[in-house]
C-alpha cells in the first residue's frame, strides 16, 4: 500500500495537441477543388468577357492561398494545445498559457444551447469546448508590428468567447476534456484550503 500513495499523489500526463495531418491534406484537396470550380465560371457565363475572368482569377488565386496555408499545416507539429499542471494554452487565443485558477467554466457543445444571431456570427464546427474566464487573459502577439494590430483585433474577437474545435486537430474534444478535469482534480487537491472552487 506505501508504494502506492506516491503514485497516487503523481500529476496526470501533459496532454500536447497538434494539427491532425490527414484532415488538413483532406482540407487542401477540398480548397483545390473549389478552385477548379471557380475556373470554371467563365466557361458557364451566358456572356463571357474579361470581367468574368477577372472574377474567377481573384476567386482562384483566393482559394490557392487558402490550399497553401492549410498544406502548410499538414507538416506542422507545433502544439495548438497543451494542458498541464500550469494550466491550458491554446494557440489560437494568442495569451500564452491559461492558470487554472483563472478557468471558471467549461461547455461542452453537446450542452450548449445557441441563439440564431449567435449562430450566424460565431460559425464552430461540433464538437467544441467554451471556455470562460475569471480575468480577461492580456494578448501576447508573436509577431511585431503592424502585424501585432490585426493578432490584437482577432483576439478581441476570439477571446469574448474562447473556444477548442476539435475539427482539423489530432485529438478529441472529449479527450481534452478529460485532460483538464483530471488536471483541475489535482489542482485543487494541492491548493491552499480557502481557495474557492472551479466550475467545470
Request: proline residues 8%.
Amino acid at each position: 500500500m506505501t508504494d502506492d500513495a506516491p503514485a497516487s499523489d503523481a500529476a496526470p500526463d501533459r496532454l500536447v495537441v497538434r494539427y491532425s495531418p490527414r484532415i488538413q491534406a483532406l482540407r487542401t484537396l477540398a480548397i483545390l477543388g473549389v478552385a477548379a470550380l471557380c475556373a470554371l465560371i467563365p466557361v458557364a457565363a451566358r456572356n463571357p468577357g474579361p470581367q468574368n475572368w477577372q472574377v474567377a482569377g481573384a476567386l482562384i488565386a483566393g482559394a490557392l492561398i487558402w490550399a497553401f496555408a492549410t498544406a502548410l499545416r499538414i507538416r506542422d507539429r507545433s502544439p495548438q494545445a497543451v494542458v498541464d499542471t500550469d494550466g491550458i494554452y491554446f494557440r489560437d487565443w494568442m495569451v500564452g498559457t491559461v492558470p487554472w485558477e483563472n478557468v471558471d467554466y467549461i461547455a461542452h457543445s453537446s450542452s450548449i444551447r445557441r441563439g440564431i444571431v449567435a449562430s450566424i456570427t460565431r460559425n464552430r464546427r461540433k464538437p467544441y469546448l467554451l471556455f470562460r474566464f475569471v480575468e480577461r487573459p492580456p494578448t501576447r502577439p508573436t509577431v511585431p508590428p503592424p502585424f501585432s494590430w490585426y493578432q490584437q483585433i482577432r483576439t478581441d474577437f476570439v477571446i469574448q468567447e474562447p473556444v477548442i474545435q476539435q475539427y482539423g486537430l489530432d485529438t478529441r474534444v472529449d479527450d481534452i476534456l478529460a485532460a483538464i478535469q483530471a488536471h483541475i482534480d489535482h489542482w485543487r487537491s494541492h491548493r491552499a484550503p480557502d481557495k474557492n472552487n472551479k466550475n467545470v
